[in-house]
């Protein structure tokens, strides 16, 4: 059974700070990873990808993966109230058998 | 382009009821997929085609729960009979293979079975 694991959160920050959101997954043969972000009420949207070691910039976002600890990760800069919502990891095998974590719900408190 | 296109946005229906949702897919793209949400479980996968074929339905809750995609421009989720606790939003997406391909949503139908 794949699994991909997420914090529930809440969590909060001040805006501006760094918000650092992490997912670990249990599949050694996972090759793309995603982050989308849902906002209370609407569809999940796809917001970065990533799937080489390292970090890969988009932004005011930062993925960073690494496979051999089976980690990745989204940062965010200068955190604003509009990026208060629940971001999701996700993570495929050749854009097929995604599964997603459960989410966590960030918020950025003014 | 138009997105994933998802109808009815809203359905409400009384136990038993059988309920259709449908989801026009983005054009090019031949992987489909259908997904429930709800506050307790997230986000499931229930099933998924590639190339109008379907892939993996072992998601799909029971055999209550049918899905079609009889041409690449459209898939069905046809609940019947529905129950109480098949409320939930419903949402399609679809995707080309590839690693950089993620999956692109349509806005959902929130389903509620009274």
């Known amino acids: 059974q794949k699994e991909v694991e997420q914090n529930s959160g809440p969590l909060s920050v001040p805006e501006g700070a760094i918000a650092s959101l992490n997912c670990t997954y249990s599949d050694r043969g996972s090759q793309s990873f995603f982050w989308y972000r849902q906002y209370s009420g609407k569809s999940p949207e796809l917001i970065m990808f990533?799937?080489?070691?390292g970090d890969k910039e988009d932004g005011r976002f930062t993925a960073q993966l690494n496979k051999a600890s089976q980690y990745v990760s989204l940062l965010i800069r200068d955190s604003q109230p509009s990026d208060s919502a629940t971001y999701l990891c996700?993570?495929?095998?050749?854009?097929?058998?995604?599964?997603f974590g459960p989410g966590t719900r960030l918020s950025v408190l003014p | 382009d138009a997105g994933v296109i998802q109808s009815p946005r809203h359905e409400v229906t009384e136990m038993g009821q059988e309920v259709t949702l449908r989801c026009k897919p983005i054009s090019g793209h031949n992987s489909l997929f259908w997904y429930r949400q709800t506050m307790m479980r997230g986000l499931e996968l229930l099933i998924y085609f590639n190339n109008n074929v379907p892939i993996d339905d072992s998601g799909m809750p029971e055999d209550r729960f049918s899905a079609k995609m009889p041409n690449a421009s459209f898939s069905t989720l046809k609940i019947q009979p529905s129950e109480p606790r098949d409320s939930a939003v419903y949402f399609c997406?679809?995707?080309?293979?590839?690693?950089?391909?993620?999956?692109?949503f349509g806005p959902g139908t929130r389903l509620t079975v009274l």
């Open positions: 990533i799937y080489s070691n």
């Open positions: 996700a993570v495929s095998t050749a854009g097929q058998n995604f599964v």
């Open positions: 997406a679809s995707s080309n293979p590839g690693l950089a391909n993620g999956q692109f």
